[in-house]
């Protein structure tokens, strides 16, 4: 017989951030395409970004060091684990799953998990599949890692890309929360896959596997039409946060905080003007970071977590390669 779970609410109960210490700086960029802090700084708002220097470290590390800081955190062992799903577009490689790499390096032996692949929204459209596993009863702590090792597909001779992305990795413990008004609350998760064609690495998977020619045309680097991706970026996550509010009855001043994907500092600033969020309720961090894709949004919440209250309404919104694109209403548990 099948359960009724359906009133099994899941909380974030701990997060972590780890980062690498290398720091590329715009000045550094500089020296290596034709930029300059100036430029980078009023089109995107980043001024640096941390870099996975050594090769002999991957995305698997990077999430490893994120989650052995959550468990210490949360006080618990690696073998309380019941899922652990890594959001990332930056596997070590393409199988085992990183997911399975990172549970192996933190000792988690009872766990299961399996990577999510949505890009810049990964770690939201994770988040609310984790969250599934708790509410159906099947799962009582489930970590959900974001981590992305950017520099590993990233064209240094490109200054459209370079600029915007850095490594990093964040984590958040996902278990049951018995008051019903706590937690999360609502997902809206949207795709378009009209939308691939703007923001992709063609290089490297079943249609184009790598040879000579693949790496000779830097088909295993991000392409991106910037224009265009800020186009549709600007309007669905404004959109979908200003939906997900809505149909919560939340107005601006409800919110506590806005945890919006930090892609670029015009496009968090016009996801909050839309949904009247003050600019001092926006998690921004983005000029210390760049776009680290999956992990920006756990990494923000590792920053702001000793301001965060208990009650506190955050929105949390992503949009990213697809298109995918979303938004998450959540009580702050703890
Ligand atoms: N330094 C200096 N000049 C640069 C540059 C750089 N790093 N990158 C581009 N330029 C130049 C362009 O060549 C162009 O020159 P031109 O006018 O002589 O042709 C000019 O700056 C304007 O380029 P444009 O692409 O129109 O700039 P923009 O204002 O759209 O900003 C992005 C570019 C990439 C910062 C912006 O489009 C963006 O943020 N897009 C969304 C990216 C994103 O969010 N990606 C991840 C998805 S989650």
């Known amino acids: 017989m099948i359960k009724n779970h359906k009133n099994i609410n899941a909380k974030i109960s701990a997060v972590a951030g780890w980062v690498p210490d290398y720091v590329l700086t715009n000045n550094e960029l500089s020296q290596m395409v034709d930029t300059s802090d100036e430029w980078i700084t009023t089109r995107t708002g980043i001024k640096e970004r941390r870099i996975l220097k050594d090769p002999l470290l991957a995305t698997s590390d990077m999430g490893k060091n994120a989650v052995d800081v959550l468990l210490e955190k949360r006080g618990i062992s690696a073998e309380e684990i019941d899922l652990i799903i890594c959001a990332t577009v930056t596997p070590d490689m393409l199988f085992p799953s990183t997911a399975c790499l990172i549970a192996n390096k933190v000792g988690a032996k009872n766990a299961f998990g399996f990577d999510l692949s949505a890009a810049c929204s990964a770690f939201i459209f994770a988040l609310d599949c984790g969250a599934k596993y708790i509410s159906s009863g099947q799962c009582k702590k489930v970590i959900v890692v974001g981590a992305d090792k950017m520099s590993s597909i990233v064209d240094y001779t490109d200054r459209q890309t370079c600029v915007i992305f850095g490594d990093g990795a964040g984590a958040v413990l996902l278990e049951p929360e018995e008051d019903q008004l706590l937690g999360i609350r609502d997902s809206i998760l949207k795709i378009d896959g009209a939308g691939g064609e703007y923001l992709k690495m063609i290089g490297g998977g079943s249609l184009n596997p790598a040879t000579m020619n693949t790496v000779k045309m830097g088909h295993h680097y991000i392409y991106q039409d910037g224009k265009t991706v800020f186009k549709f970026a600007v309007t669905k996550m404004a959109d979908v946060s200003e939906e997900i509010m809505k149909r919560n009855n939340l107005k601006g001043e409800d919110v506590a905080w806005l945890v919006p994907h930090?892609?670029?500092?015009?496009?968090?600033?016009?996801?909050?003007?839309r949904m009247s969020v003050d600019t001092d309720k926006v998690m921004v961090n983005i000029h210390k970071y760049g776009n680290t894709t999956a992990a920006t949004i756990p990494?923000?919440?590792?920053?702001?977590?000793?301001?965060?209250?208990?009650?506190d309404n955050l929105i949390l919104a992503a949009f990213g390669g697809g298109f995918?694109?979303?938004?998450?209403?959540?009580?702050?548990?703890?």
């Open 324 to 334: 995918t694109w979303g938004a998450i209403y959540l009580k702050w548990a703890y």
């Open 262 to 273: 930090q892609a670029n500092l015009r496009i968090i600033d016009a996801t909050a003007k």
């Open 299 to 311: 990494l923000c919440l590792s920053d702001w977590e000793n301001k965060l209250k208990k009650n």
